[in-house]
């Protein structure tokens, strides 16, 4: 049942044995279960590695000037790599 339906856990699997009649305790079902071998994910650093050229920041703000008035500023910038970016 955990081979044919990955996304279940013991407490799925053995709520679904319940239904079945099949008296068993959770603890058992996640003893039973086969261990999963999953590659680990990456962390946010080598995201940020892998990713930083086509990495894009967006801005939207106003700023008030002397004469009373609001100006609406849209700011986009690129990331080249972690010490530059270009304004476009």
Do not use: Y
């Amino acid at each position: 049942m955990a081979e044919a339906n990955v996304g279940w856990g013991a407490p799925r699997i053995h709520g679904e044995l319940q239904k079945l009649g099949i008296e068993v305790s959770e603890r058992t079902v996640s003893r039973l279960m086969p261990k999963r071998s999953t590659a680990p994910s990456q962390t946010w650093r080598t995201f940020l590695d892998n990713h930083a050229r086509d990495l894009v920041s967006i801005d939207f703000f106003t700023v008030p000037t002397a004469r009373l008035r609001v100006l609406f500023v849209s700011l986009c910038c690129r990331m080249n790599d972690a010490e530059s970016f270009t304004l476009m």
